[in-house]
């Protein structure tokens, strides 16, 4: 962290400086937004997001690139980044569900998820997934059961745990052996997972049809090399079966805060995809990046509500959001940047903790930030790279509604998902 004004490539691709010093993107008035929809406020650039989708397909390649639905989910976003050519990875029945409102027909689809249900299979081959990832041999035995039933047989990939260790926090870790994830390759489960679909049940039941191997190595890579070696790995377990189809996940990371860099889409593209070629793969190669769609196309708006100067301690900031709305900084540690949205280019020499509204000592956005020195009650600032795991990871803690999405872009603005009100706290009780 450092005392100078925040720097604007973490902000949205349309955001903007005007004349008066306050912060607009897509052409809206970041002020007029917060009157408008109130606060806390995610708002996101339509046109970063089509942007980083364009650049993904011309990385990868048409049906290439699955956008990892959990990142950021609504009828809108599953309507945008299919309009823009990318299938959906969805992790259960619920994101399923909310892709099809959008419009996207389930053949878009592509099913994830380690543990799931005998209803969310039964709905994924009902509505006709793409394909299935298939993460246990409980799972196996549950397809082998819906094809004993009459159920039609789906297309199906194998999620392989490769073994590699990603530099990333542990809860966001998922190649290494240790994982709930997968069919782990070095103990030999992998190849017995293949083996069980391709040969089918003692009776005969067959799960599905094999078409390809999955792995995943874990969320907010920033390393390309993990990738590389992921692919290295995956490659030469996958020869000797020759399937058509190789996914190596997604998780490239994004940066978040001043210093910190992170590969493009088109870089990984590069690295992943000479890789394979130079190890001979001839599979069609396919990506599930989510982050790096979505994260780094919106901002999160606050208004602070208390400035608690503790002398020789600490200043808290207190905002009108917190951990409801973006619980990676406790979960992950995640480390963010604040600006006052009406003066952007303001240096930030106070350092300050800021927190959120919740009864809670660990409701914490910034562990320790830096912010303009005459920061007030009732001023506007705002968090950027919020566009992933923010409102997809929202809760009602302390029945606090959860904020109102805004889509922008070309002087527009559209409300995709409506700020929560009380009644919504209570339309589920009985």
Known sequence: MSNRPIPLDLLPDSAKVEADGSLSIGGCSIADLADQ????????????IRSRCREAVAAFGVDRVVYASKAFMCSAMARLVSEEGLLLDV?????????????????????????????????????????????????????EDLSRRGFAAPKLMIRVTPGVHAHTHDFIATGQDDSKFGFNLGNGDAVK??????????????????????????????????????????????????????????????????????????????VLLDACAALGVTAEVSVEPGRAIAASSAI?????????????????????????????????????????????????????RLVGKHCESGDILIFEGQFPADIAVGDLIATPVTGAYGHSMASNYNK????????????????????????????LDV
Request: aromatic share 8%; hydrophobic share 40%; with cysteine.
């Open 37 to 48: 929809y109130g606060t806390p406020l995610f708002v996101y650039d339509e046109e970063h």
């Open 91 to 143: 992790a259960s029945g619920g994101e399923l569900y909310v892709a099809m409102h959008g419009g996207v027909p389930a053949s878009r689809c592509v099913l994830h998820g380690n543990n799931k249900s005998i209803d969310e299979l039964e709905m994924a081959i009902t509505k006709g997934v793409r394909h299935i990832v298939v993460d246990s041999f409980d799972e196996i035995e549950r397809l």
């Open 193 to 270: 997972a293949i083996e069980r679909i391709t040969q089918g049940a003692s009776d005969g039941a067959k799960a599905g049809e094999l078409i390809g191997l999955h792995c995943h190595i874990g969320s907010n890579v920033l390393a390309v090399n993990s990738f590389a070696k992921a692919a290295e790995i995956m490659a030469e377990f996958s020869k000797p079966y020759a399937l058509p189809e190789l996914t190596l996940g997604g998780g490239l990371g994004v940066a978040y805060t001043e210093g910190e860099e992170a590969p493009s889409i088109s870089m990984w593209g590069s």
């Open 300 to 352: 999160t708006v606050y208004r602070v509500g208390t400035v608690k100067e503790i002398p020789g301690i600490r200043t808290y900031i207190s905002v009108d959001g917190g951990m409801s709305d973006n619980p990676r900084p406790v979960l992950y540690g995640s480390g963010y940047e604040a600006f006052k949205t009406s003066d952007v280019m303001a240096e930030r020499p106070l350092t300050a």
């Open 400 to 427: 606090v509604p959860r904020p109102a999405v805004v889509f922008v872009a070309n002087g527009k603005s559209r409300v995709v998902i409506r700020r929560e009100t009380y009644d919504d706290l209570v339309r």
